[in-house]
Every structure is written in C-alpha cells, then in structure tokens.
C-alpha cells in the first residue's frame, strides 16, 4: 500500500524535497518533508530545511499554525519582536501562534527539524510554487504576499523591512529553548525527562519533551494507546519492537512514528537523548502525581492496577520498564 504508515523514517527517506528559493541562484535552501500533518489539529507534520548563508525567511505570522525547530546543525538566528539571539546545535525554537518571528541561518549548511501544528507548509510551499512558475514576473511583485495572504488568513507576511532587532542574550529570548534547558525535569533511574514545550504553549494539543534513556532503559507504549506518537532520536540508538512487526533499530537522526492502537517498545542499546515531539497524553501532570506517590507511598507504583488507572487519567499510554 503506498500511503501505508510508516513507522521507521530515516533521513533518507523523505516523500518530498523542495526547493524554497529556487530563484535564488547561490543561496540554496532546501525543504525535505517526511511526515504529512494528521489529526484535527494538524500535528506530527515534519520537515528538514537545510539553509545557507543569505537564505532569510521573511517576516510573518500565524494564525493557527505553531512551529518548533531543533536546530540539527550550525547556527539559527531566529528574530521577534525586536529582538534577535542564535540557537544552536540542540536547542529548540519554539513559535507560537501570533508571534511574529523570521530566522536566518549564521552558517551555511545549517539545518532545522521542524514540527508544526495547525497547518499544512507542504501545501503552502507547493501553492508559492506552482505560483511562481506560473506567474514568474508577477511573483517578484514587493506586494505579493499580502495579496496571496492577506491579514485574515492562516499567515500574515510583514511588508516592511525589518525592524530594528537587537541582540539580546539567548537566556532572555523565551522562543529558543537550549539543549540543558527546561519547564519541568523528572528523573527516574535510568530515564530523565525534561519539558521542552509546555501544553499551555501549544493551544492546549501537545507536550514537547527531551528524554534521556540510559543504555537498556525500556519505555512501552499499550495497544490502547489513542495518539500517534512521534519521537525524534537526536542522539543514539533504540531498538523498536513493534507489536507483530519485525523489530528494527533507529540511530540518529531517525524519527519513530507509532501509530495509535498498536503497543510496541524501544530499549536504548546505549546512552540515547530522544525528542518526544507529538506528546498528547498529559505526561506532564502524570509525572507530577508519580513524583508524589513516589514521595507519599511508593508501594503503589508497583500496583499495576494503581498505576493503569493513573495513565487512563492522564490519556497517558507509555511505560517506563522500571
Ligand atoms: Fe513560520
């Protein structure tokens, strides 16, 4: 079946590859797509961008969309509201909608991963596309944008040149998360998990989260599970156990999309840190009444009728094999 899930992506195996600036001559920009968006809020959506030096996005806003990139390679300025700072290998960029933000690349070759939510950029960039080979004059118009978009739909791109951003340090730049950074830590014995992008950040759909899996630490996921899950290994690697599927091993860089209603397990076969990128199930506030139980009454973690119930209270659906 051709559109069949895919649930091992390598970053080989992209299904489209765009070329943002393909009048550009030099300043080459490519848009590499790997997972289309699912669900009424149009999450899991992955591109890579690779960019080079005097590649600029412009300007602009969402209305519904919220973007988050992790900086996979050289150096991201990312510019809002006046005020500029890098990201770097590891951190993540996190815009919500609203805020309008425009990024450039510092070196070339630098390259983004980018999970949207609320909106189709496949769709977007193939429109500008067919565009722009249709109307190639008309496409250079200074204008053009706000008439392809103008201020009431999904985006909004700002006409005037940019204005005046000044550096600040990236610790007072609330969009650019760094690799240490986080909202909430928890740590168990061989597993630290750290709040990367808090619900509240994302119109209340999703958890962004940093996991680090010591070698042999295993995290389960139930056949009940209602969510696509989507989990991005940045370093390492994994051995994924699908249920009756053949297992297979995801190193670096590649993505694990898990569809709903189908259990399975990942084992780090060595020290591995994993972006959960599409968490819908309340990890957070699950994490929060473990932390408690483990301070009031541990015993009860080893209940395993305890702790189904707590998952079910938080739509949470995977498991740390303590
Ligand atoms: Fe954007």
Redesign the pocket.
């Known amino acids: 079946m051709k559109d069949e899930f895919r649930i091992h992506i390598t970053p080989e195996s992209c299904y489209a590859d765009i070329d943002e600036t393909p009048d550009s001559g030099d300043q080459r920009s490519r848009s590499k797509h790997y997972i289309k968006a699912s669900g009424r809020h149009e999450i899991n959506q992955v591109n890579e961008a690779n960019y080079y030096i005097g590649m600029k996005v412009p300007y602009?806003e969402?209305k519904t969309a919220y973007?988050t990139f992790l900086v996979e390679n050289g150096a991201i300025e990312v510019l809002s509201r006046s005020r500029k700072a890098v990201a770097r290998k590891g951190d993540i960029i996190h815009?919500q909608a609203y805020v309008p933000?425009s990024i450039q690349p510092l070196e070339d070759d630098s390259t983004i991963r980018a999970y949207h939510q609320g909106h189709s950029l496949l769709e977007d960039q193939l429109d500008n596309r067919r565009f722009r080979e249709a109307y190639p004059e008309l496409a250079k118009s200074p204008d053009i944008r706000q008439q392809l978009a103008p201020r009431e739909q999904a985006s909004f791109w700002f006409d005037y040149e940019v204005p005046q951003f000044k550096d600040v340090p990236v610790k007072e730049f609330p969009e650019i998360r760094t690799f240490d950074e986080s909202l909430a830590e928890f740590s168990f014995d061989k597993l630290t998990l750290k709040l990367k992008v808090g619900r509240w950040e994302t119109g209340g759909v999703k958890e962004i989260w940093q996991l680090h899996m010591k070698a042999g630490c295993s995290l389960s996921w139930v056949p009940t599970n209602i969510f696509n899950l989507l989990y991005d290994v940045y370093d390492g690697s994994v051995e994924v156990r699908p249920d009756g599927m053949e297992p297979f091993i995801a190193n670096t860089r590649d993505m694990i999309h898990v569809p709903r209603f189908l259990g399975g397990s990942m084992t780090a076969l060595k020290d591995t840190v994993i972006f959960d990128v599409g968490c819908q199930g309340y990890m957070m506030q699950y994490l929060d009444e473990v932390n408690s139980i483990v301070a009031s009454a541990p015993e009860k973690l080893r209940d395993d009728e305890c702790l189904r119930r707590l998952m079910k209270k938080y739509d949470f659906y995977v498991r740390y094999q303590m």
């Open positions: 602009h969402h973007e815009i933000h």
